[in-house]
């Protein structure tokens, strides 16, 4: 099965920091310019929230401080000026429809 | 706007049966895949199951092949999950979601349901 691993585990950021997230894919999620990857926003108590797919293409409506990117087996999630509602849970899934559906374990960005 | 809400959970003894529901409402809800994502206490997420439109695709997790059927009746925009010799480990909070693949084909869970908490324990 594919497994997919996320660091670090949790970060401490205060507001305004660049705060950034990597997943790593235990095998080839793309093909050609395709990245299947995407990135949730988890706030307490709350569903999950899509925030980028394809690895770097902004869910509608999402601010743009959030960015992605990465190919092939690592990816990465960027948060730049981190805002008050940006503390939460970031997890990343792999969407290859090829693959079992798997999600990182988390990164919890806590204020410092 | 579009809505999923999750129905049915509870407390059930280990070894028991539960049939969660998911009511769908905004959408043609017979264009979409669906999924069930669960989420243990204080853990992460775990993909469950999907079954395609039309039912033509299914697939499940390792973790839970056999104990549980997931199905849909379109009529009445609802998704199911049926889930049998539950175990401690079930326990969880378990979404509905709506599985987008027109961006790229890739499975993309654009909206969730709040969650309908399932514990198993005697």
């Known amino acids: 099965d594919i497994q997919m691993t996320q660091f670090p585990s949790s970060v401490s950021a205060s507001v305004g920091d660049r705060v950034t ?31 980028i797919y394809g690895a770097s ?30 503390f939460a849970t970031y997890y990343c899934q792999q969407a290859n429809s ?15 | 706007q579009v809505q999923l809400v999750e129905s049915g959970g509870g407390l059930v003894k280990p070894g028991g049966s539960l049939r969660l529901s998911c009511e769908a409402s905004g959408f043609t809800f017979s264009d979409y895949y669906m999924t069930w994502i669960r989420q243990a206490p204080g853990m992460g997420l775990e993909w469950v199951a999907y ?14 092949q056999g104990r549980v059927t997931i ?35 890739g499975y993309y869970v654009d909206t969730w349901g709040q969650g309908i908490l399932v514990t198993v324990s005697s």
């Open chain 1, 98 to 112: 090829f693959l079992p559906l798997a999600f990182g374990g988390g990164t919890k960005v806590e204020m410092k």
């Open chain 2, 71 to 105: 199905s849909r009746d379109d009529a009445k925009n609802s998704l199911y999950l049926e889930m049998n010799t539950l175990r401690a480990e079930d326990t969880a909070l378990y979404y509905c979601g709506r599985v987008d693949r027109d961006r790229d084909s």
């Open chain 1, 21 to 51: 997230i990597t997943c790593r894919a235990s095998q080839d999620i793309s093909q050609g310019m395709t990245n299947w990857l995407a990135w949730y926003q988890q706030r307490p108590g709350k569903a999950p929230k899509l925030l």
């Open chain 1, 57 to 86: 293409s902004l869910e509608s409506g999402v601010s743009s401080r959030f960015s992605g990117s990465g190919s092939g087996t690592e990816f990465t999630l960027t948060i730049n000026s981190l805002q008050p509602e940006d």
């Open chain 2, 51 to 64: 079954i395609g439109s039309g039912r033509r695709f299914i697939k499940y997790a390792d973790s839970v």
